[in-house]
């Protein structure tokens, strides 16, 4: 079947701008992940969705993060007033099976 | 505070010879700890996790709670194990799926 898609897979923005970043995961996992690839920094949680809540949101840098999923499935991140420190990939991930996740490809986000 | 500690950013060996990748961990409670892996233009995959003591493409890992260390071992390496490592943990808390923490990584190549 599918794996965890997200799009798009590369996004260059100005800075200033705001950002949506998309997350399809597998059909019926209940959560999903977002992560943050950067060089040098490794993988950086951001936030956590179970169902449609978000039980742990304490990895988001910042208040200009913000994530929403609906209907129990897609996820949008939306990163507003873009900063050249938020150049990085983007990682999804979800889950059905506990402690096994599966990874999106990512999106590579680059502010100009 | 870090939770994973991954010493080496980047490893080489030749092929054939014995490869060992390190990991310590600070965690008080009871923690699943994972090894997983992405190749050149690849999704990040589990390689593997502790509690099922499996080996995966030849590697092992044993998780020794006295060091707080999850190292992963291959006796014999392949130039396809090339790839970034990453050792993560995530939090035991019954059924909850938790957050992962990742390490930085170490970028493993290895050499004809």
């Known amino acids: 079947g599918a794996g965890v898609s997200q799009s798009p897979s590369n996004k260059v923005t100005e800075k200033g701008k705001d950002v949506e970043l998309r997350c399809d995961p597998i059909?019926?996992?209940?959560?999903l992940y977002w992560y943050r690839q950067s060089l040098g920094q490794g993988l950086e949680f951001l936030i956590y969705?179970?169902?449609?809540?978000?039980?742990?949101k304490s990895g988001l840098p910042s208040d200009r993060f913000s994530a929403e999923r609906t209907g129990g499935s897609v996820s949008t991140l939306t990163i507003q007033r873009t900063q050249q420190e938020d150049s990085a990939v983007y990682l999804c991930?979800?889950?059905?099976?506990?402690?096994?996740?599966?990874f999106g490809p990512g999106t590579r986000l680059t502010v100009t | 505070a870090q939770r994973v500690t991954q010493p080496e950013k980047l490893l080489s060996v030749f092929k054939g010879a014995p490869v060992e990748l390190k990991c310590n961990y600070s965690?008080?409670?009871?923690?699943?700890l994972f090894w997983y892996v992405q190749y050149s233009r690849q999704r990040l995959q589990l390689l593997l996790r502790?509690?099922s003591r499996e080996s995966i493409k030849g590697f092992t890992a044993d998780l020794n709670k006295g060091e707080t260390s999850f190292h992963l071992k291959k006796p014999f390496a392949q130039e396809e194990d090339s790839a970034m490592y990453y050792c993560?943990?995530?939090?035991?808390?019954?059924?909850?799926?938790?957050?992962?923490?990742f390490g930085r990584g170490t970028q493993l190549t290895v050499w004809p």
């Open positions: 991930a979800s889950s059905s099976v506990q402690f096994y996740r599966y």
């Open positions: 059909s019926g996992h209940t959560a």
């Open positions: 969705f179970q169902g449609n809540s978000a039980p742990d």
């Open positions: 965690y008080s409670g009871s923690p699943e």
């Open positions: 502790h509690i």
């Open positions: 993560a943990l995530t939090e035991r808390r019954g059924s909850t799926l938790g957050r992962l923490y």
